[in-house]
């Protein structure tokens, strides 16, 4: 779909707002900061993305390169996760921290981003753990210390959150290594920092382990960010899906979380109603 055509059918239902216009403001209950990943809608700019999520009450975008925040700035919001760096010829989510071999390229790139989060004034940036390719988990934990540990001390300077992402290796990233939350608690042990955590994605684990909501309660303190998706499927977040996300995202508000939720779905109807209906499931 075109993007002026998405746009205008995103809009559709909003009493003939145009994206220039306003959006009817969603008002808020305040228990909750909302977020929206852009990759999710390729058809819209950062810019257009940005003047719809004002007006539906979310406070950030995020999955952006630094070149992209700047906009950010022009509408008062915040990237609750930025992207972490990534070398010419190698993969954000398969080239990570469990191989040696990429510390010569992560430290210092992600030492440099550590610095540029901070100087914008954000707290977070996301960081992956890379593929097993035939390394057991055990000394994959140790690798990612080895390598995490050298720049750990940096994010604690600045004040910013490492935020390694939990994702599915059985149907979405096969041979992921940080593919179940115990493996992503034991490193955060390891690491010891309240500047290293966990970005919990909650359809991610609901592939790899179920069990969401004892989960959450367990394990929290290790959280520092969640991302939502439909299963399966990884699409809108309403009863088209298994999971019940008011009750999850109140059970996240239990434990006293005051970060960020962000919505990570692929929208397969009209985007930005579907976003919209969204966020009001998890303004709890």
Known sequence: MKRRSFIETGLTGFAGASLLGTLPVNHMKGRVNHSVCKWC???????????????????????????????????????????????????RLTDGFNEPANHEWLVPMYTERIREVAEAGYEQVICF???????????????CIQGLEKIIPVAEEHGVILCMELLNSKVSHPDYMCDHTAWGVELCKQMDSEHFKLLY?????????????RTIRDYHPYIGHYHTGGN???????????LNYPAIVRAIVETGYTGFVGQEFIPTRTPLISLREAVRLCDV
């Open 201 to 213: 994605d909650i359809y991610h684990m609901q592939i790899m382990e179920g069990d969401v909501i």
């Open 41 to 91: 809608y390729p058809d819209l700019s950062v810019d257009e993305l940005a003047q719809a999520a004002v007006t539906m009450g979310l406070t950030s975008i995020e999955l952006l390169d630094i070149h992209e925040w700047p906009v950010l700035e022009k509408y008062g919001l915040t990237c609750a996760m930025p992207f972490g760096p990534v070398a010419e010829g190698k993969d």
């Open 232 to 242: 399966p499927g990884r699409n809108e977040i309403d009863a088209s899906q298994e």
């Open 129 to 143: 753990s890379g593929n097993r390719r035939g390394m057991d988990d055990a000394k994959g934990l140790e690798n």
